[in-house]
T-cell receptor, first 116, second 112 residues
Framework: AQSVTQLDSHVSVSEGTPVLLRCNYS??????LFWYVQHPNKGLQLLLK??????LVKGINGFEAEFKKSETSFHLTKPSAHMSDAAEYFC??????????????FGTGTLLAVQP | KAGVTQTPRYLIKTRGQQVTLSCSPI?????VSWYQQTPGQGLQFLFE???????NKGNFPGRFSGRQFSNSRSEMNVSTLELGDSALYLC???????????FGEGSRLTVL
């Protein structure tokens, strides 16, 4: 079975400082991994995705994530936080047991607060 | 290009009633998925449709059903509502099976 574990439920940073949101995955084969963001009272938006082409994945709004197979991790980073980054972030794995699918398994989310 | 549109955005029902939620995908997207979001269970997969066929179903009781029409629009129905069905129901569309989903803003259901 595939799963993702987000290691922090809440992260607070100051504006202009780096952001690190941690995610570990479990998968019986090469996973498709994603980070989605949800701003208050909004739907989810794709930040970036990993599908084995490159281990360092760049996304929108300056975010990036590195796939580390040896550590089964897919942490999300950003060099400098902006107030508009305050939101909930979800680490996600595609459940491809039955083949190509849009069935996604979501982590429990990390709420990012950005202090002025 | 218009995004994913969900209607209604907010609704209140009482236990035992039924509800139908509607989703219009992005033009050209043939895959529609539904997710339930609650504070306790988080985001959980409900169904996935492609070209009017249900391809996947999550672990929800039979009270939860859905369908997709020939124009790719989708509906989901919950019958005999329970208090625990109170949630944000999110619809997402995709042009294929890449996992890159475009979400609507959701339908927030409150069951009293």
């Amino acid at each position: 079975a595939q799963s993702v574990t987000q290691l922090d439920s809440h992260v607070s940073v100051s504006e202009g400082t780096p952001v690190l949101l941690r995610c570990n995955y479990s998968s019986s084969y090469s996973p498709s991994l994603f980070w989605y963001v949800q701003h208050p009272n909004k739907g989810l938006q794709l930040l970036l995705k990993y599908t084995s082409a490159a281990t360092l994945v760049k996304g929108i709004n300056g975010f990036e994530a590195e796939f580390k197979k040896s550590e089964t991790s897919f942490h999300l980073t950003k060099p400098s936080a902006h107030m508009s980054d305050a939101a909930e972030y979800f680490c996600v794995v595609s459940d491809r047991v039955g083949g190509a699918t849009n069935k996604l398994i979501f982590g429990t989310g990390t709420l990012l607060a950005v202090q002025p | 290009k218009a995004g994913v549109t969900q209607t209604p955005r907010y609704l209140i029902k009482t236990r035992g009633q039924q509800v139908t939620l509607s989703c219009s995908p992005i033009s050209g997207h043939r895959s529609v998925s539904w997710y339930q979001q609650t504070p306790g269970q988080g985001l959980q997969f409900l169904f996935e449709y492609f070209s009017e066929t249900q391809r996947n179903k999550g672990n929800f009781p039979g009270r939860f059903s859905g369908r997709q029409f020939s124009n790719s629009r989708s509906e989901m129905n919950v019958s005999t509502l329970e208090l625990g069905d109170s949630a944000l129901y999110l619809c997402a569309s995709s042009p294929g099976y890449t996992g890159e989903l475009f979400f609507g803003e959701g339908s927030r259901l409150t069951v009293l």
